[in-house]
């Protein structure tokens, strides 16, 4: 159960819910301010972003183990990889409180896929954190702590509308906050590679 | 926009995950450790060692293979240390050379006792002896006691076993020597010396159970894992101490390891793991091999085996050690495999102008010590023990003999 705990603190801060919805947030009001059609649809945002990123982060916790033998790298020397791959991405939440401080505008059609999936939710940090996970932890662990962070993630772009009625503030503050969990997370990760085997 | 603020993106991810690639997990290579490679090694350093004495007892102490010169100096614990891995070569590799090699070099420890009160001193200048010294020839001792049977010794085991207790302090630190002119034991401690002592303790406790050497051993192996590196001050604790590993192993066996001890254990092992990790990060790539510096000695590289050798038996006996007992045999046979790949064959030593000190060791820069050969050829034997899945130690109780 602890091990669950631990899992879901990473992929929660990894995937980062709130950073996420931060950066729909301010697409959404960008679009509105210039006039511009806004090509995200929030059941597809909410059912297809979700699910390709549960798609890619799976695998990465499954395929993790024969990934890592083929380059020739141990889990443990992984997890110093993993720490610091978490460090840009904890960097750009808690200065900005949104995953894609610097993707954010005129999103395309296929804004579900990319780039909300693969540098959102599924970025290289998330990848490379469920295949250090999946490694230390287990990939089944790691499975279940993915979904329920992308199903928060889902359920946070479902109430899309009520956070439109909230200042943006207190969303950025969430997605600062995971930014900080994730530099935690980072340091915890560095230091159970000192520690580990 | 969208396009180049994405390509930016995956740009920025590229030279980040290969910047990760090429400076944190570079690949590692732990070339082969199967029994039949690692025994050849073993059986090679050996050889060597056999090669290296000299016709008083001493061995070559270091050799410059590129100047194809031998130094001048001399270390009695070395010494120690070298007879010791020759009587293991002879009880483990059934190598009566080595047997008489050894027993060589135990003349030479012999003709340089001193005694006094009712112990036995190993002394070079009659001034004092050091603590470690004679903590190695009395595992030394053990070891030919268990690989032959042979119980000529016992008295002087005994003898040099009281010189132990005797600089052994109420809190489980040993001084580093017995001062003969002051007739007291040495102010301070060594680092070196401290875990040393406590396994020729475990191995006495071995050799004569109900003697009480056991609870020497408990005090002093409580000092290493709660107090010994705070007191050295040990920048980076735990201090990568094979001795002491060797020491778990042994009290494992007779069980109660302390709480504090076995997360020393962890620790310990962790050490160990993450140097074996950087060493198999050199082997692995042109750049590895940059970033982490040049190839560590065999005279580290080896200690690395022998502790986690050590760790890896106390984990057959302790099942608190269950949680990393996997991971030790993958760095045990990552570094030995690594180690066997690096020693000098006959072929290479023939390049240079005295082939008999080149083949079977390892060198760095050009120098070999011979103490690269003595902690690699341990760990590599008791490599061999994890690869067969053999807790015992003992050459004897492994034949199903009684020493």
Known sequence: MIDLLVVLGGMFAAVSPFGALAAVLWYRRDSAATGATDPLDVRRLMLLSATAAFVVLAGAALIGGPLLDAFAITDSTFEFAAAAAMVPLAIRLIVAGDSMAALRRRVPEYAWLFPFSVPLLASPTSVITAISYGQRIGAIETIIATAIALVVTAGLFATLAFWEQQRLLVVQMLGRASGVLLAGLALEMALDGLRAI | ?403
Not at chain 2, 158 to 183: I, K, M
Not at chain 2, 238 to 252: F, K, N, T
Not at chain 2, 265 to 278: E, P, Q, S
């Open chain 2, 1 to 403: 926009m969208l396009f180049r603020s994405g390509m930016l993106s995956i740009a920025f991810w590229i030279v980040f995950i290969g910047g990760l690639r090429m400076t944190v997990v570079p690949p590692e290579d732990c070339g082969t450790a199967d029994v039949d490679t690692l025994q050849s090694s073993a059986i090679a350093a050996a050889q060597w060692m056999e090669r290296a004495q000299n016709p008083d007892g001493t061995f070559a102490y270091e050799y410059n293979a590129e100047t194809d010169t031998l130094s001048p100096e001399y270390n009695e614990v070395r010494h120690a240390a070298l007879v010791m891995a020759l009587y293991e070569a002879a009880g483990r590799l059934d190598d009566p050379t080595a047997l008489q090699v050894a027993d060589q070099g135990l003349k030479w420890e012999q003709d340089h006792l001193a005694r006094k009160h009712d112990w036995a001193l190993l002394t070079t200048d009659a001034t004092g002896g050091s603590t470690g010294s004679n903590a190695l020839m009395l595992v030394g001792l053990t070891e030919r006691r268990s690989a032959t049977g042979d119980k000529q010794y016992d008295d002087l085991m005994h003898e040099v076993a009281r010189l132990l207790t005797a600089v052994l302090r109420d809190d489980g630190s040993f001084s580093p020597g017995w001062d003969l002119a002051a007739d007291e034991m040495a102010p301070g401690t060594s680092l070196y010396y401290q875990g040393e002592s406590t396994w020729a303790l475990t191995l006495m406790a071995n050799a004569f159970p109900g003697e009480g050497w056991d609870t020497a051993a408990r005090r002093a192996m409580e000092y290493i894992a709660t107090r010994r590196d705070d007191d050295e001050n040990v920048k980076y604790p735990p201090w990568a101490d094979q001795w002491a590993g060797y020491s778990l192993g042994e009290i494992a066996r007779w069980g109660g390891l302390t709480d504090a001890e076995i997360d020393y254990a962890h620790r310990l092992a962790a050490r160990f793991g993450l140097l074996v990790r950087t060493e198999a990060q050199r082997e692995g790539s042109w750049y590895g091999s940059l970033l982490r510096g040049r190839d560590s000695r065999g005279a580290g590289a080896g200690t690395w085996i022998e502790g986690l050798a050590g760790i890896w038996r106390a984990s057959k006996y302790d099942n608190r050690l269950d949680d990393i007992k996997q991971s030790i045999v993958e760095r045990t046979t990552c570094i030995a495999g690594i180690m066997a790949k690096r020693q000098q064959t006959g072929e290479q030593a023939e390049k240079y102008a005295e082939p008999s000190l080149v083949e079977g060791a390892w060198f760095r820069d050009g120098v070999t010590r011979m103490d690269d050969q003595q902690h690699t050829f341990s760990g590599l034997i008791y490599t061999i023990d994890i690869l067969q899945n053999n807790p015992i130690r003992e050459s004897l109780l492994q034949a199903g003999l009684s020493p």
